[in-house]
Protein backbone atom coordinates (compact mmCIF):
# COMPACT_ATOMS: atom_id res chain seq x y z
CA UNK A 1 0.00 0.00 0.00
CA UNK A 2 1.63 3.49 -0.73
CA UNK A 3 0.37 4.68 3.05
CA UNK A 4 -1.01 3.26 6.14
CA UNK A 5 -3.81 5.65 6.34
CA UNK A 6 -5.54 5.39 2.83
CA UNK A 7 -8.95 5.71 2.12
CA UNK A 8 -9.29 2.18 0.67
CA UNK A 9 -7.57 0.81 4.00
CA UNK A 10 -10.50 2.95 6.14
CA UNK A 11 -12.93 1.11 3.46
CA UNK A 12 -11.41 -2.02 4.68
CA UNK A 13 -11.68 -1.54 8.34
CA UNK A 14 -14.99 -1.01 8.08
CA UNK A 15 -15.64 -3.90 6.05
CA UNK A 16 -13.80 -6.13 8.45
CA UNK A 17 -16.10 -4.72 11.29
CA UNK A 18 -19.00 -5.16 9.57
CA UNK A 19 -17.95 -9.12 8.28
CA UNK A 20 -17.17 -9.14 12.58
CA UNK A 21 -20.20 -7.74 14.09
CA UNK A 22 -22.53 -9.40 11.97
CA UNK A 23 -20.71 -12.96 12.86
CA UNK A 24 -20.76 -11.76 16.45
CA UNK A 25 -24.98 -11.31 16.07
CA UNK A 26 -25.04 -14.59 14.21
CA UNK A 27 -23.73 -16.82 16.55
CA UNK A 28 -25.11 -15.42 19.74
CA UNK A 29 -28.06 -17.69 19.60
CA UNK A 30 -25.29 -20.45 20.21
CA UNK A 31 -24.86 -18.89 23.41
CA UNK A 32 -28.66 -17.76 24.28
CA UNK A 33 -29.87 -21.10 23.73
CA UNK A 34 -28.63 -22.94 25.72
CA UNK A 35 -29.96 -20.76 28.85
CA UNK A 36 -33.00 -19.98 26.42
CA UNK A 37 -34.22 -23.74 26.23
CA UNK A 38 -31.17 -25.77 27.90
CA UNK A 39 -28.77 -27.62 25.54
CA UNK A 40 -29.55 -30.69 26.81
CA UNK A 41 -27.17 -33.31 25.42
CA UNK A 42 -26.02 -30.77 22.70
CA UNK A 43 -22.29 -30.04 23.19
CA UNK A 44 -20.15 -26.96 22.60
CA UNK A 45 -18.85 -28.57 18.99
CA UNK A 46 -22.07 -29.09 17.71
CA UNK A 47 -24.30 -25.97 18.70
CA UNK A 48 -21.17 -23.35 18.52
CA UNK A 49 -21.45 -23.74 14.40
CA UNK A 50 -18.61 -22.06 14.15
CA UNK A 51 -17.84 -22.40 10.20
CA UNK A 52 -17.83 -20.03 7.21
CA UNK A 53 -18.70 -19.91 4.12
CA UNK A 54 -15.13 -19.22 3.47
CA UNK A 55 -14.49 -22.73 4.30
CA UNK A 56 -17.54 -24.94 3.26
CA UNK A 57 -17.99 -27.11 6.63
CA UNK A 58 -20.77 -25.34 8.70
CA UNK A 59 -23.33 -27.79 6.72
CA UNK A 60 -21.64 -30.98 7.43
CA UNK A 61 -21.26 -29.49 11.25
CA UNK A 62 -25.12 -28.72 11.64
CA UNK A 63 -26.07 -32.24 10.05
CA UNK A 64 -23.70 -33.63 12.31
CA UNK A 65 -25.42 -32.14 15.34
CA UNK A 66 -29.19 -32.71 14.15
CA UNK A 67 -27.89 -36.21 13.44
CA UNK A 68 -26.94 -36.84 16.79
CA UNK A 69 -30.20 -35.29 18.82
CA UNK A 70 -31.96 -37.91 15.97
CA UNK A 71 -30.31 -40.81 17.70
CA UNK A 72 -30.39 -39.61 21.07
CA UNK A 73 -34.44 -39.58 20.98
CA UNK A 74 -35.09 -37.39 24.35
CA UNK A 75 -38.19 -38.37 26.12
CA UNK A 76 -39.81 -36.93 29.02
CA UNK A 77 -38.08 -39.06 31.07
CA UNK A 78 -34.63 -37.63 30.39
CA UNK A 79 -31.82 -38.19 33.20
CA UNK A 80 -30.25 -36.17 35.46
CA UNK A 81 -27.55 -35.01 32.94
CA UNK A 82 -30.23 -32.84 31.08
CA UNK A 83 -31.11 -29.69 31.92
CA UNK A 84 -34.15 -29.09 34.27
CA UNK A 85 -36.35 -27.33 31.89
CA UNK A 86 -38.14 -25.96 34.89
CA UNK A 87 -34.44 -23.63 34.52
CA UNK A 88 -35.35 -23.18 31.12
CA UNK A 89 -37.91 -20.21 29.85
CA UNK A 90 -38.36 -22.43 26.82
CA UNK A 91 -39.61 -26.50 26.74
CA UNK A 92 -38.03 -26.96 23.12
CA UNK A 93 -36.60 -30.21 22.41
CA UNK A 94 -33.00 -30.36 21.15
CA UNK A 95 -34.66 -31.31 17.66
CA UNK A 96 -36.45 -27.92 17.92
CA UNK A 97 -33.37 -26.02 19.17
CA UNK A 98 -31.39 -27.88 15.96
CA UNK A 99 -34.31 -26.87 13.74
CA UNK A 100 -33.78 -23.44 14.83
CA UNK A 101 -30.30 -23.22 14.67
CA UNK A 102 -30.72 -24.39 11.11
CA UNK A 103 -33.15 -21.87 10.46
CA UNK A 104 -30.58 -18.88 10.01
CA UNK A 105 -28.18 -20.66 7.60
CA UNK A 106 -30.83 -22.05 5.12
CA UNK A 107 -32.37 -18.62 4.80
CA UNK A 108 -27.92 -17.40 4.44
CA UNK A 109 -27.71 -19.76 1.38
CA UNK A 110 -30.82 -18.42 -0.21
CA UNK A 111 -29.84 -14.96 0.68
CA UNK A 112 -26.15 -15.56 -1.35
CA UNK A 113 -27.97 -16.80 -4.67
CA UNK A 114 -29.40 -13.19 -5.68
CA UNK A 115 -26.95 -10.92 -3.71
CA UNK A 116 -23.95 -11.03 -6.48
CA UNK A 117 -26.29 -9.98 -9.39
CA UNK A 118 -28.06 -7.32 -7.79
CA UNK A 119 -24.45 -5.89 -6.15
CA UNK A 120 -23.54 -5.84 -9.72
CA UNK A 121 -26.44 -4.20 -11.08
CA UNK A 122 -27.30 -1.82 -8.19
CA UNK A 123 -23.86 -1.81 -6.39
CA UNK A 124 -22.62 -3.03 -3.23
CA UNK A 125 -22.82 -0.22 -0.66
CA UNK A 126 -26.63 -0.24 0.31
CA UNK A 127 -27.00 -3.88 -0.44
CA UNK A 128 -24.75 -4.18 2.86
CA UNK A 129 -26.33 -1.80 4.27
CA UNK A 130 -29.92 -3.07 3.91
CA UNK A 131 -28.67 -6.70 4.60
CA UNK A 132 -27.23 -5.47 8.17
CA UNK A 133 -30.15 -3.44 9.04
CA UNK A 134 -32.66 -6.19 8.03
CA UNK A 135 -30.23 -9.10 10.31
CA UNK A 136 -30.27 -6.79 13.30
CA UNK A 137 -34.10 -5.62 13.51
CA UNK A 138 -34.83 -9.41 12.96
CA UNK A 139 -32.11 -10.35 15.45
CA UNK A 140 -33.09 -7.62 18.02
CA UNK A 141 -37.23 -9.01 17.60
CA UNK A 142 -35.66 -12.49 18.40
CA UNK A 143 -36.97 -12.43 22.33
CA UNK A 144 -40.47 -11.17 20.97
CA UNK A 145 -40.71 -13.61 18.58
CA UNK A 146 -39.62 -16.39 20.73
CA UNK A 147 -42.59 -15.54 23.60
CA UNK A 148 -45.38 -15.31 21.01
CA UNK A 149 -44.47 -19.25 18.63
CA UNK A 150 -41.64 -21.05 17.98
CA UNK A 151 -42.69 -20.76 14.32
CA UNK A 152 -42.52 -16.88 14.57
CA UNK A 153 -38.73 -17.05 16.09
CA UNK A 154 -37.74 -19.41 13.38
CA UNK A 155 -39.16 -17.37 10.76
CA UNK A 156 -37.15 -14.14 12.16
CA UNK A 157 -33.69 -16.22 12.18
CA UNK A 158 -34.46 -17.53 8.68
CA UNK A 159 -35.32 -13.98 7.52
CA UNK A 160 -32.33 -12.91 9.48
CA UNK A 161 -30.34 -15.51 7.52
CA UNK A 162 -31.48 -14.04 4.21
CA UNK A 163 -30.57 -10.33 5.11
CA UNK A 164 -27.27 -11.64 6.15
CA UNK A 165 -26.67 -13.75 3.28
CA UNK A 166 -26.59 -10.50 0.81
CA UNK A 167 -23.43 -9.02 2.44
CA UNK A 168 -20.83 -11.10 1.49
CA UNK A 169 -21.18 -10.99 -2.36
CA UNK A 170 -21.43 -7.43 -2.22
CA UNK A 171 -18.36 -6.71 -0.28
CA UNK A 172 -16.78 -8.65 -3.05
CA UNK A 173 -17.74 -6.20 -5.52
CA UNK A 174 -17.18 -3.02 -3.33
CA UNK A 175 -13.27 -4.87 -2.92
CA UNK A 176 -13.61 -5.09 -6.96
CA UNK A 177 -13.80 -1.37 -6.95
CA UNK A 178 -11.68 -0.31 -4.43
CA UNK A 179 -8.51 -2.73 -4.59
CA UNK A 180 -5.96 -2.60 -7.02
CA UNK A 181 -5.16 -5.94 -8.34
CA UNK A 182 -2.12 -6.54 -6.50
CA UNK A 183 -3.31 -5.47 -3.08
CA UNK A 184 -7.15 -7.43 -3.85
CA UNK A 185 -5.81 -10.70 -1.56
CA UNK A 186 -4.53 -9.06 1.45
CA UNK A 187 -7.56 -6.70 1.23
CA UNK A 188 -9.44 -9.49 1.40
CA UNK A 189 -7.80 -11.30 3.32
CA UNK A 190 -8.06 -8.49 6.21
CA UNK A 191 -11.82 -8.31 5.61
CA UNK A 192 -13.14 -12.40 5.50
CA UNK A 193 -10.88 -12.16 9.13
CA UNK A 194 -14.14 -10.86 10.51
CA UNK A 195 -15.91 -14.28 10.00
CA UNK A 196 -13.06 -15.59 12.95
CA UNK A 197 -12.75 -12.46 14.89
CA UNK A 198 -16.68 -11.57 15.37
CA UNK A 199 -17.58 -14.93 16.68
CA UNK A 200 -14.40 -15.13 18.94
CA UNK A 201 -15.17 -11.60 20.80
CA UNK A 202 -18.90 -11.92 20.30
CA UNK A 203 -19.12 -15.58 22.19
CA UNK A 204 -17.71 -14.61 25.20
CA UNK A 205 -19.44 -10.87 25.22
CA UNK A 206 -22.65 -12.93 24.80
CA UNK A 207 -22.53 -15.14 27.97
CA UNK A 208 -21.36 -12.28 30.12
CA UNK A 209 -24.23 -10.36 28.38
CA UNK A 210 -26.51 -13.06 29.18
CA UNK A 211 -25.30 -13.98 32.44
CA UNK A 212 -25.50 -10.19 33.28
CA UNK A 213 -28.89 -8.93 32.39
CA UNK A 214 -30.25 -12.17 30.89
CA UNK A 215 -30.41 -13.76 27.11
CA UNK A 216 -32.86 -11.11 25.64
CA UNK A 217 -30.21 -8.07 26.16
CA UNK A 218 -27.79 -10.27 24.08
CA UNK A 219 -29.96 -9.83 20.97
CA UNK A 220 -30.83 -6.49 21.63
CA UNK A 221 -26.96 -5.84 21.77
CA UNK A 222 -25.74 -7.14 18.86
CA UNK A 223 -28.68 -5.89 17.10
CA UNK A 224 -27.93 -2.45 18.45
CA UNK A 225 -24.06 -3.08 17.73
CA UNK A 226 -24.99 -3.80 13.84
CA UNK A 227 -27.53 -0.63 13.35
CA UNK A 228 -24.54 1.57 14.75
CA UNK A 229 -22.01 0.06 12.25
CA UNK A 230 -24.63 0.02 9.15
CA UNK A 231 -25.02 4.12 10.00
CA UNK A 232 -20.93 4.99 10.20
CA UNK A 233 -21.22 2.39 7.16
CA UNK A 234 -23.61 4.75 5.20
CA UNK A 235 -21.44 7.39 6.35
CA UNK A 236 -17.77 6.76 5.34
CA UNK A 237 -18.06 3.92 3.16
CA UNK A 238 -18.90 5.06 -0.86
CA UNK A 239 -19.37 2.48 -4.12
CA UNK A 240 -16.68 3.71 -5.93
CA UNK A 241 -13.38 5.92 -5.44
CA UNK A 242 -14.04 8.82 -7.57
CA UNK A 243 -17.20 9.38 -5.30
CA UNK A 244 -15.36 9.65 -2.40
CA UNK A 245 -14.55 13.29 -1.32
CA UNK A 246 -11.49 13.03 0.51
CA UNK A 247 -9.84 10.46 -1.17
CA UNK A 248 -6.31 12.18 -2.85
CA UNK A 249 -5.77 12.40 -6.54
CA UNK A 250 -2.86 9.99 -6.13
CA UNK A 251 -4.87 7.46 -4.65
CA UNK A 252 -7.77 7.89 -7.27
CA UNK A 253 -5.20 7.52 -10.10
CA UNK A 254 -3.24 4.37 -8.48
CA UNK A 255 -6.92 2.86 -7.82
CA UNK A 256 -8.86 3.66 -11.02
CA UNK A 257 -5.60 2.27 -13.40
CA UNK A 258 -4.65 -1.15 -11.45
CA UNK A 259 -7.54 -2.41 -10.48
CA UNK A 260 -10.18 -4.76 -12.44
CA UNK A 261 -12.82 -3.88 -14.33
CA UNK A 262 -14.60 -7.01 -14.28
CA UNK A 263 -17.84 -7.68 -12.47
CA UNK A 264 -17.47 -10.12 -9.58
CA UNK A 265 -20.34 -10.00 -7.38
CA UNK A 266 -22.09 -12.63 -9.41
CA UNK A 267 -19.41 -14.96 -9.44
CA UNK A 268 -20.01 -15.34 -5.92
CA UNK A 269 -23.43 -16.24 -5.98
CA UNK A 270 -22.63 -19.53 -8.11
CA UNK A 271 -21.27 -21.68 -5.90
CA UNK A 272 -24.51 -21.49 -3.71
CA UNK A 273 -26.20 -22.28 -6.48
CA UNK A 274 -24.30 -25.20 -7.90
CA UNK A 275 -24.18 -26.38 -3.83
CA UNK A 276 -27.92 -26.83 -4.03
CA UNK A 277 -27.70 -28.86 -7.48
CA UNK A 278 -25.15 -31.10 -6.52
CA UNK A 279 -26.20 -31.37 -2.71
CA UNK A 280 -29.41 -32.98 -3.63
CA UNK A 281 -27.89 -35.18 -6.74
CA UNK A 282 -25.13 -36.33 -4.21
CA UNK A 283 -27.80 -37.28 -1.20
CA UNK A 284 -29.63 -39.52 -3.56
CA UNK A 285 -26.32 -41.55 -5.04
CA UNK A 286 -25.54 -41.90 -1.14
CA UNK A 287 -28.57 -43.28 -0.24
CA UNK A 288 -28.66 -45.38 -3.28
CA UNK A 289 -25.17 -46.37 -2.32
CA UNK A 290 -26.34 -47.36 1.35
CA UNK A 291 -29.79 -48.77 0.46
CA UNK A 292 -28.32 -51.39 -1.86
CA UNK A 293 -25.79 -52.46 0.41
CA UNK A 294 -23.26 -51.14 -2.28
CA UNK A 295 -21.08 -49.11 0.29
CA UNK A 296 -21.35 -48.86 4.30
CA UNK A 297 -21.99 -45.85 5.78
CA UNK A 298 -18.62 -45.34 6.85
CA UNK A 299 -17.47 -45.87 3.24
CA UNK A 300 -19.86 -43.27 1.64
CA UNK A 301 -18.65 -40.88 4.11
CA UNK A 302 -14.86 -41.70 3.41
CA UNK A 303 -15.88 -41.53 -0.74
CA UNK A 304 -17.89 -37.51 -0.28
CA UNK A 305 -14.70 -36.33 1.54
CA UNK A 306 -12.53 -38.04 -0.75
CA UNK A 307 -14.34 -36.41 -4.27
CA UNK A 308 -14.74 -32.98 -2.88
CA UNK A 309 -10.64 -32.52 -1.53
CA UNK A 310 -9.33 -34.24 -4.47
CA UNK A 311 -11.69 -32.17 -7.43
CA UNK A 312 -10.91 -29.43 -5.17
CA UNK A 313 -7.14 -29.91 -4.78
CA UNK A 314 -7.47 -29.83 -8.78
CA UNK A 315 -9.27 -26.91 -9.41
CA UNK A 316 -6.57 -24.72 -7.23
CA UNK A 317 -3.37 -26.52 -8.79
CA UNK A 318 -5.35 -25.48 -12.37
CA UNK A 319 -5.12 -22.03 -11.12
CA UNK A 320 -1.65 -22.31 -9.78
CA UNK A 321 -0.21 -23.39 -13.41
CA UNK A 322 -2.72 -20.94 -15.17
CA UNK A 323 -1.35 -18.25 -13.54
CA UNK A 324 -4.47 -16.21 -14.10
CA UNK A 325 -4.89 -12.73 -13.90
CA UNK A 326 -8.39 -12.83 -11.87
CA UNK A 327 -7.89 -12.91 -8.32
CA UNK A 328 -7.72 -16.45 -6.69
CA UNK A 329 -10.25 -16.22 -4.59
CA UNK A 330 -13.07 -15.97 -6.77
CA UNK A 331 -11.81 -19.35 -8.79
CA UNK A 332 -11.03 -20.98 -5.90
CA UNK A 333 -14.59 -20.41 -4.29
CA UNK A 334 -16.36 -20.51 -7.98
CA UNK A 335 -14.49 -23.86 -8.24
CA UNK A 336 -14.19 -25.52 -5.03
CA UNK A 337 -16.36 -24.46 -2.74
CA UNK A 338 -19.39 -26.31 -4.44
CA UNK A 339 -17.83 -29.55 -4.10
CA UNK A 340 -16.27 -28.92 -0.26
CA UNK A 341 -20.00 -27.83 0.55
CA UNK A 342 -21.86 -30.06 -1.71
CA UNK A 343 -20.49 -33.45 -1.12
CA UNK A 344 -19.51 -32.26 2.25
CA UNK A 345 -22.84 -32.22 3.81
CA UNK A 346 -22.68 -35.77 3.69
CA UNK A 347 -19.20 -36.16 5.41
CA UNK A 348 -21.33 -37.07 8.55
CA UNK A 349 -23.76 -39.91 7.36
CA UNK A 350 -23.71 -42.19 10.17
Excluded at 33 to 40: F, N, W
Excluded at 113 to 123: H, T, V, Y
Excluded at 145 to 170: N, Y
Aim: net charge neutral; aromatic share 14%.
Amino acid sequence: MEGLISIRFLFACMAFLGIATVQMMRFNISVAMAIMAGSGHLNSSDLLLSQTPMNGSYLAKFDNALMKMHDWNISENTDSKEIDKEETEFNWSSHTQGLLLAAFFIGYTLGNIPAGWLADKLGGKWIIFGGACGSAILNALGPLAARSSVGLFFATRFLAGISEGFILPAVNTMVNNWSPVNERTRMMTFIVAGFAFGPAIGQSLSGIICAKLGWPASFYFFGGLNITWAFFWAVTSYEDPSQHPFITRKELVYIETTRSKKSVGFLTSIPYVCQWIISLLASSIADALIGRNILSRTSVRKFTICSGALIMAACFFDDLFRRAKEHVFHRYTYECDVWSNGLGVFSCLR
